[in-house]
């Protein structure tokens, strides 16, 4: 390995071109060794000198030449048995991510799920069955195996074997070929038929050469004769529990964290890595529209090279980093191929065990990689991909959630980060929720952060301004209007007039939960029905879907039939530039609809989602925290949700559920009760 460091890709192009013809067989004896010493499997070693058998034969000046040594300098570059120890310690990985990060409990629960699972394999103790029909034999193996802390059970005979092979399962074997009744042969039969992966070693004090063919032509690890040597059967056994074990090693999980931006999803990458004690790589996925970037390009031309995976594992000089790829959500496809096609094999556990670069075009083994994808929204991952992800929702942070994060982790960075550590300003927690509920209005923290950052640098600015005097000794809710002027947002919902035809909505986006306004207006006309504010397919159809319904249960909600016959009715949802879709609208279009042709105002500050179908009943809708988060900040009183949702709400946390009702019904006329429309007597009514 000594030549290997000190032998560059320059040394040996020089060096050929200097003296090609006398150079060359020395040199090409250099490179083998190069690659022999690089630990490679097999069949890429194979590959690789062959290689440099082509290399003897190809002229130095040629580009093929400079083609063949750029791919044996990267083959040989890789670590192909090279790992990080993991720190299996649970109580320091879960030390780390709670001192790290706040809340997102099902996250760090999964990651200490798979250091559980990594544990109890490591810690396992493996299972032998001895078979040998001399009883000291027995006892001296029971003995050797026992003190190396194997559980050991023993058999007199092969019938004796057989009998425990039905009721228990192990690991390995040892089993004495020449038996009465049933061989070892019957046992190595009987054990492989029942679990392929179970090692058998033989043993005997009759070796002959056709016995040992026979037994590993029938799957048999080792062929060893009698008198045993104690360290050549414990090293044996070594070997075939090694084996076993790389086998059995858990493969490393594909997680995807989907949620809105600034909630923390590529720095908990990093702290996952940092438990792990594994190296962190980022690949940033979006806008990537070549299907070359990922797999690689082909030993074509001298530019080429292997794609991003390969590249980073090669920079980590490690094959089991922690890989995070950024916003899968946002890759491209242009004439180049897919590129999120080409993830497929990468993410897959069952495929990488043998990817297959197009530049190195020999198989590398990417299932010992932790994988950690991060979206904003799923819906724009192709099935096939999303169906090899684990995917872990982060719907946003709570108000008190966000007053903790901010006061234990974002105050002191950016405290640090102004240079005012020697005279820390103390951040009251009535000054941090001014700046959460007036000044943002987001599911993460990236802008809570950002003012918290402005105020640091203003209180600097003042500092030297006023020759270190007057420095705020903590920062209040006067203090942050001061400093950041007026606040930006206000509690819309709480604040606005009950109008008819106006009903709350909740929506999902890709930045979490919002509040969106329907409006229902008729005006004389012929039953046009108008649609307007950018909406898309699916919102149209709900509408639709809404009137229709509405029409045909006139009575129902006591209005006149002939209406619609002299009307038209124009739905709009306001902010029109921005395009809207999703299948939770037709819920709060009804109840708008109903609101305008009842005439009587719907209650603001209740917020409803669902999907309503031409029968009248509710269908259950996605993103319910994120909707219900949305809703507590703009100051909603209570909310209405299908029936079908009812499971979603048990994750919401307990300091929202007191602020807010939570209601939920299957059928439209349950909730015309709880909005309090009153053109009926409420007994004739049931919620």
Not at 337 to 360: I, K, R, S
Request: proline residues 5%; hydrophobic residues 40%.
């Amino acid at each position: 390995m000594a030549k290997l460091k000190n032998f560059s890709l320059g040394r040996m192009i020089r060096i050929f071109r200097k003296n090609p013809e006398k150079e060359v067989h020395s040199e090409t004896e250099e490179l083998k060794e190069m690659v022999l010493g690089a630990r490679m499997p097999n069949k890429v070693r194979k590959i690789a000198l062959k290689e440099i058998e082509r290399l003897a034969k190809t002229s130095p000046s040629s580009a093929e030449y400079t083609i063949g040594i750029n791919y044996i300098d990267y083959i040989v570059s890789l670590p192909w048995n090279k790992m990080t120890e993991d720190n299996l310690d649970i109580e320091r990985a879960e030390s780390i991510l709670n001192k790290e990060h706040h809340g997102l409990a099902q996250i760090k629960d999964r990651i200490l799920e798979h250091l559980a699972v990594r544990i109890l394999k490591l810690s396992r103790k493996h299972r032998i069955l001895v078979v040998d029909d001399e009883e000291m034999n027995r006892k001296n193996l029971e003995y050797v195996f026992d003190k190396d802390g194997y559980y050991v059970d023993t058999a007199a005979n092969g019938i004796e074997a057989l009998s425990l092979l039905e009721k228990s399962s192990y690991d390995v074997i040892v089993t004495d070929l020449k038996m009465e009744k049933v061989d070892g042969m019957d046992v190595l039969d009987h054990a492989k038929a029942g679990d392929p992966n179970i090692e058998v070693i033989m043993i005997t004090g009759y070796a002959t050469i056709s016995a040992a063919v026979e037994a590993m032509k029938k799957g048999s690890y080792q062929f060893l004769s009698k008198p045993l040597k104690l360290v050549e059967i414990r090293s044996t056994i070594q070997k075939a529990l090694l084996k076993k074990m790389v086998r059995l090693e858990p493969k490393g999980p594909v997680l995807c964290f989907a949620g809105p931006p600034g909630t923390g999803k590529t720095s908990l990458g990093k702290s996952i890595a940092r438990s792990l004690e594994r190296k962190f790589l980022r690949i940033s996925l979006a806008g990537m529209k070549d299907e070359a970037e990922i797999r690689g390009h082909r030993r074509s031309y001298v530019g080429a090279l292997p794609g991003r995976i390969i590249q980073e594992i090669r920079r980590a000089e490690s094959k089991n980093p922690v890989i995070m790829l950024d916003e899968i959500d946002k890759i491209g496809q242009g004439f180049k191929g897919n590129p999120a096609a080409a993830l497929l094999e990468v993410l897959d556990p069952e495929q990488n065990t043998n990817y297959v670069d197009h530049y190195l075009d020999v198989p590398f083994d990417l299932s010992k990689v932790m994988f950690i994808t991060t979206a904003n929204t799923i819906d724009f991952i192709p099935a096939p991909l999303l169906d090899r992800l684990e995917v872990i929702h982060l719907a946003g942070y709570t108000e008190e959630e966000k007053v903790i994060i901010a006061s234990n982790y974002l105050v002191p960075k950016e405290i640090e980060e102004a240079g005012l550590s020697n005279n820390p300003p103390a951040f009251t927690s009535e000054a941090i929720r001014k700046i959460i509920r007036e000044y943002t209005r987001e599911a993460g923290l990236r802008n809570l952060q950002r003012h918290i950052a402005a105020i640091c640098r203003k209180i600097v600015l003042q500092t030297l301004k006023n020759n270190k005097k007057n420095n705020p000794d903590a920062i209040t809710p006067e203090t942050v209007e001061h400093l950041l002027g007026s606040g930006k947002h206000h509690f819309e919902v709480v604040g606005a007039n009950e109008r008819i035809g106006v009903a709350t909505g909740l929506a999902w986006t890709a930045a979490g939960g919002e509040i969106i306004f329907i409006e229902a207006a008729k005006m004389k006309g012929k039953s046009r029905l108008v649609l307007t504010g950018s909406l898309g397919d699916v919102m149209k159809e709900s509408a639709q879907a809404a009137l229709s319904y509405i029409r045909s249960h006139t009575a129902l909600f006591n209005i006149p039939e002939n209406i619609f016959e002299k009307n038209d009715i124009h739905i709009h949802v306001p902010a029109g530039s921005i395009p809207k879709d999703g299948p939770s609208a037709g819920l709060t279009i009804a109840v708008a609809l109903i609101s305008l042709l009842i005439d009587r105002p719907c209650r603001r500050d209740t917020a409803l989602t669902g999907e309503l179908t031409l029968s009248g009943r509710l269908l259950p809708v996605s993103g319910v925290k994120e909707k219900v988060l949305a809703a507590h900040r703009a100051g909603v009183k209570s909310i209405i949700f299908p029936a079908k949702n009812k499971v979603d709400l048990k994750q919401i946390p307990a300091e929202i559920k007191k602020d807010l009702m939570i209601h939920t019904t299957d059928e439209l006329i349950k909730i015309v009760v709880l909005l309090q429309f009153s053109w009926r007597k409420p007994d004739k009514f049931s919620a």
